[in-house]
């Protein structure tokens, strides 16, 4: 079973750091590239990024460029993404999800919510 | 840019419903459509703007080329009421339409 299992709920304060794993079972992990979407409450989905497994740079939407940076750790099969200078509009739920040879994203985590507040 | 539409819709069980979206250029087919309930993951219906997902029932569809596409669920189920988003995957950045809310009548 193709699973992707995210790191639990984080909550932080304004201008901090926050890194959320994402870590692939039940395929090969460099086979598919792995991309992140948030969800604001009561908003849609938004795509922040993508990142080969098994390295190379990654592509960030602009809105994050310079303040998010994506990882891949192919020893323990897990994706992560760090987002830096936290400020409530991060406030949203956190997405890993799975480009197969697809146009598409077939398999999500299971989303982790990340709480900016002072 | 994607534009879906309608951004909601009542409709009722058995219904049929179609929904759109509209690319502002051509996506040669590389979209997507998910379905999302409160508080749950989105979950994959359509991709390459027609092809049926495994698992998916028969009463979802997709059509479309170039920059326009739908979704059409033929006979509207309880379970089909949520929120549903057309992405386009073929340029970078990857984007979502701003999704289109089913609800009961």
């Known amino acids: 079973q193709v699973l992707l299992v995210q790191s639990g709920a984080e909550v932080k304060r304004p201008g901090a750091s926050v890194r959320v794993s994402c870590k692939a079972s039940g395929y090969t992990f460099g086979d598919h590239y792995i991309q992140w979407v948030r969800q604001a409450p009561g908003q849609g989905l938004e795509w922040m990024g993508v990142i080969n497994p098994l390295g190379g740079r990654p592509s960030y939407a602009q809105k994050f460029q310079g303040r998010v940076t994506m990882t891949s750790d192919t020893s323990t099969s897990t994706i992560y993404m760090e987002m830096r200078s936290l400020t409530s509009e991060d406030t949203a739920v956190y997405f890993c999800a799975r480009l197969p040879g697809i146009y598409a994203f077939d398999v999500w985590g299971q989303g982790t919510m990340v709480t900016v507040s002072s | 840019q994607l534009t879906q539409s309608p951004s909601s819709l009542s409709a009722s069980v058995r219904d049929r419903v179609t929904i759109t979206c509209r690319a502002s250029?051509?996506?040669?087919?590389?979209l997507a459509w998910y379905q999302q309930k409160p508080g749950k993951v989105p979950k994959l219906l359509i991709y390459?703007?027609?092809t049926v997902q495994n698992g998916v029932p028969s009463r979802f569809s997709g059509s479309g080329s170039g920059t326009d596409f739908t979704l059409t669920i033929s006979s509207l189920q309880p379970e089909d009421f949520a929120t549903y988003y057309c992405q386009q995957l073929n340029t970078y950045p990857i984007t979502f339409g701003q999704g289109t809310r089913l609800e009961i009548k």
């Open positions: 390459d703007g027609s």
């Open positions: 250029q051509g996506i040669n087919s590389r």
